[in-house]
C-alpha cells in the first residue's frame, strides 16, 4: 500500500520494476491517484486524477502493440495482427498484468474505495497500467514508453496471448455449434499420464452425443484446443457435403 508520508521511497520501489527512473516523479504519481482519492479528505500529494493520463495511455499503448506485432510477424495479414492486438491490449490482460505487477499496493485510493476493494479491482488496475504508460511517455517520450510497455504488457506474455488470438478453436466450435441451433460443444478427459509436474493429457471433444475429436497436450486447454480443432474441421467438412448434396438435388 502506498505510504503517504514516504512518497520518494514508493516511487523508487516502483521505478526499480519498472526499469525506468522518472525525471518528474509528480507525473508517476498523478499516474496512480484514482479519482475517488482526489475527492476524499486525505492530504493530497497530488491534485489530479489519472483519468487524462488513462486517455493518453490508451493510444500510446495501441501504438507500441502495434508497431511490435508488426515488426515481430512480417508474415501475418493485417486481420490477424489486429486480433493480436486485441487480446494484448484489452481491459482483461491490463488489469491481470498489473495485478501480476503488484500495481495495486503503489494506487492512492480513498478509503471507502480501500475497504470496497480496489487495489484488486480490475477496471481501476487497467486504467493504472494506461496512466503509467502515459506518465512514461510525458517523461522520457517513446523510449520510455517503451520500456514499460516492455515490463507491464509483454514481458512473458506474448506468446501465450498471441497463441490465444491466433488459436481459439473451442470459440470457433462454439459459435459454429450455436450458430445451427446445435448445442454446446463437451469436453471429457480421456487419459492423463505421467507425473504431477509434465502430465499429459488425452482430451475428446464431444458435439450432438458423437465423439468427434481428440487432443493431446501439456495443459488441458491445450488438449481441449487440438480436440475443438479436429471437431470443427470435420463438422465443416459434413456441412460442406451436406450443402453440395442439397444443391445437386434440387437441381436433379
Request: hydrophobic share 35%; aromatic share 6%; with cysteine.
Amino acid at each position: 500500500m502506498f505510504n503517504r508520508k514516504r512518497p520518494a521511497v514508493e516511487v523508487a520501489k516502483l521505478e526499480s520494476r519498472l526499469s525506468y527512473r522518472f525525471k518528474k516523479k509528480s507525473i508517476l504519481i498523478a499516474a496512480l491517484a484514482h479519482k475517488s482519492y482526489l475527492r476524499s479528505k486525505l492530504p493530497k500529494e497530488v491534485h489530479t486524477s489519472n483519468e487524462r493520463l488513462e486517455f493518453l495511455g490508451d493510444s500510446v499503448l495501441g501504438l507500441i502493440v502495434s508497431e511490435f506485432l508488426y515488426q515481430k510477424h512480417p508474415q501475418k495479414s493485417e486481420g490477424e495482427l489486429t486480433k493480436m492486438k486485441a487480446v494484448l491490449v484489452n481491459e482483461v490482460t491490463l488489469s491481470r498484468r498489473a495485478k501480476e505487477f503488484g500495481l495495486g499496493e503503489f494506487l492512492l485510493l480513498s478509503p471507502e474505495e480501500e475497504r470496497s476493494g480496489g487495489r484488486q479491482r480490475e477496471s481501476i488496475l487497467a486504467d493504472a497500467g494506461e496512466a503509467v504508460i502515459a506518465a512514461a511517455y510525458l517523461d522520457g517520450g517513446i523510449k520510455a514508453a517503451k520500456q514499460v510497455v516492455q515490463k507491464l504488457i509483454l514481458e512473458n506474455y506474448l506468446e501465450a496471448t498471441t497463441d490465444r488470438a491466433q488459436h481459439n478453436y473451442k470459440g470457433e466450435l462454439l459459435e459454429f455449434l450455436q450458430a445451427r441451433g446445435l448445442g454446446m460443444p463437451q469436453y471429457q478427459v480421456e487419459v492423463a499420464e505421467g507425473p504431477d509436474h509434465k502430465k499429459i493429457f488425452t482430451i475428446a471433444s464431444t458435439c450432438l452425443g458423437r465423439k468427434m475429436g481428440t487432443g493431446r497436450g501439456t495443459s488441458k486447454k491445450e488438449a481441449e484446443q487440438k480436440a475443438a480443432k479436429i471437431a470443427l474441421e470435420k463438422l465443416r467438412e459434413e456441412y460442406a457435403v451436406n450443402s453440395l448434396a442439397q444443391k445437386s438435388g434440387h437441381h436433379s
